[in-house]
């Protein structure tokens, strides 16, 4: 199983924009006035602190909230005084923040096989009364294991911040416990295959495993977490970004002292991150299994310089089928937010549709001679097609997100 860890998603990436345009509003404001030869009548200006001393360094944290004055202009009217306030502010960086975004998106999505698994397990204990069906009980546990599976490889496929990538690999780390997850999920399909005299003893006591292995997970990833977030600032996971801040006061009634209200920054929800985090993963993953299957077609394709044999060729492309049948598991089991119903589901379709021609692609290698290999070829055509669908609607859902986020409810409540 592939271990290397793709490109990061962009986690607080909504948030910096945000920065970085108030930042360049405050400094178009300032070069402004400084280039204006003469004041305007009734207007004073008063030297900004830039002018007089060096930028007070930003305070040791983490919080994105905790931020230094670096400069401030004063304007004054007949009427009023408005104060503006350039400060610095340290917030995660993106990468860390995606990295602890997509960590609570992994618990999420495991609560919800916790339901599933359980409720499947209920409604064969009580099958009198429920009229479940050996076949349907079976295939909710057989789709919860590939689930789990597939959790396991977008997990380790995850882009892991340098300095917590001991943690996140360890004995103790998120990737080891999911991989308990993925032993006790089988144990619980296999105590319901056990044939009589079996009571369903060893079914119930895997799930019971299963759902107290999940605590541990949930228990590793809060930890790990919390370490990033509580000690950003040592490891070199923050990055400095600024904003600005207004006070306007009448004029006769300005007070010998007043404190800047600060208007922190708009964050996209948990919810809306851990799914934009989500889907840029998928694309990563998807990009590797493109990758796999032509490399093995190729080599195919030229096998008497490569020395690809039948079998090797065989068996990268039955890799690469089951991979693509837990990819789509995974994108199924990705929670969508309310908001981006429709165009969520749409993701899960492209997803789906990759299936067929990644199985049609194994289906050519095996076709005997005389076929020269133009089934297998058009089928692989078809099947990057549909990667290159798949990877083009992620993008654009992730763009829509960002730059309508309010609009979509997508915001972190202030």
């Given amino acids: 199983m592939n271990n290397r860890r793709r490109s990061g998603p962009i986690g607080n990436r909504f948030a910096h924009i945000l920065f970085a345009v108030l930042a360049a509003a405050v400094l178009v404001f300032v070069l402004t006035r400084e280039d204006s030869p003469e004041p305007a009548p009734g207007v004073t200006t008063v030297p900004t602190m830039a002018d007089t001393s060096p930028p007070a360094e930003p305070a040791d ?4 909230l905790a931020g230094v004055a670096t400069s401030a202009e004063v304007v004054e009217n007949g009427t009023s005084t408005t104060t503006l306030v350039a400060e610095q502010f340290e917030v995660l960086s993106p990468e860390a923040a995606a990295y602890t975004e997509g960590l609570a998106g992994f618990k999420s999505t495991l609560q919800t096989m916790v339901v599933e698994i359980s409720a499947a397990s209920s409604d064969w204990d009580n099958r009198e009364q429920t009229d479940a069906g050996y076949g349907s009980i079976e295939a909710t546990l057989v789709d919860v294991v590939r689930r789990v599976e597939a959790l396991q490889q977008v997990l380790q496929d995850q ?31 296999e105590g319901l295959r056990l044939p009589p005299p079996d009571d369903g003893s060893a079914r119930r006591a895997a799930l019971a495993d299963f759902i107290d292995a999940v605590d541990v997970f949930n228990r590793s990833v809060d930890d790990l977490i919390s370490h990033v977030e509580e000690s950003a600032s040592g490891l070199g996971l923050t990055v400095k970004v600024s904003a600005t801040t207004t006070s306007t006061q009448p004029r006769e009634e300005i007070p010998e002292e007043t404190t800047p209200t600060t208007q922190p920054p708009r964050q996209l929800s948990s919810e809306a991150s851990s799914y934009v985090v989500g889907l840029v993963g998928f694309k990563g993953v998807l990009s590797d299994l493109v990758e796999s299957s032509n490399t093995a077609n190729q080599a195919w394709d030229n096998a008497e310089e490569t020395g690809a044999t039948y079998r090797g060729t065989e ?87 960002e730059e309508n986020a309010e609009s979509l409810g997508l915001l972190e409540n202030v």
């Fill in 61 to 64: 944290t983490t919080s994105s």
């Fill in 159 to 189: 882009e892991v911040p340098v300095p917590v990538q001991d943690r996140h690999l360890g004995p103790d780390g998120p990737v080891e416990q999911v991989g308990l997850l993925v032993d006790l999920a089988e144990a619980v399909l």
């Fill in 315 to 401: 068996s990268a492309l039955v890799e690469v089928l089951e991979r693509i049948m837990d990819f789509r598991s995974a994108v199924e089991a990705h929670r969508i937010p309310d908001s981006l119903a429709t165009r969520g589901r749409r993701v899960v379709e492209l997803a789906s549709a990759l299936v067929t021609p990644a199985d049609a692609v194994l289906d050519g290698l095996r076709i005997p001679a005389p076929e020269d290999g133009s089934v297998r070829r058009a089928a692989l055509a078809d099947f990057n097609s549909a990667a290159t669908d798949f990877t083009a609607a992620v993008d654009d859902l992730v763009s829509d997100i």
